[in-house]
């Protein structure tokens, strides 16, 4: 499966933007769909993920602002990014995690997309 990120871009503080990840694939046999964003020399951290039936998982800095959401009959994730700060400013990466029995997980990640928030 191979991803595809976009939908980046400059936005004032208290904006919106929202990222949207295409898959090659079928994202059915991805568990887990989610984004992560890195800030410059730090490790990327999870901002959202969500299950291949619905559920969801939501850093705390980013809950009641940002909303993940996948179709897995078109194989797409976004994430609607509301009341953004200047801390989101980022490069925010789309992920799948495919999660098998007794084995690791195995990660696909799409490119980053720059998100910056200006104050």
């Known amino acids: 499966v191979q991803l595809q990120a976009s939908g980046g871009g400059l936005v004032q503080a208290g904006g919106s933007l929202r990222l949207s990840c295409a898959a090659s694939?079928?994202?059915?046999?991805?568990?887990?769909m989610g984004w992560y964003r890195q800030y410059p020399g730090k490790q990327r951290e999870l901002v959202a993920d969500?299950?291949?039936?619905?559920?969801?998982n939501y850093a705390d800095s980013v809950k009641g602002r940002f909303t993940i959401s996948r179709d897995n009959e078109k194989n797409t994730v976004h994430l609607q990014m509301n009341t953004l700060k200047p801390e989101d400013t980022a490069v925010y990466y789309c992920?799948?995690?495919?999660?098998?029995?007794?084995?690791?997980?195995?990660?696909?990640w799409g490119q980053g997309t720059l998100v910056t928030v200006s104050s």
């Open positions: 969500i299950s291949t039936s619905g559920i969801t």
């Open positions: 694939g079928s994202i059915l046999s991805v568990n887990i």
């Open positions: 992920n799948g995690k495919r999660i098998k029995l007794l084995q690791p997980p195995v990660d696909y």
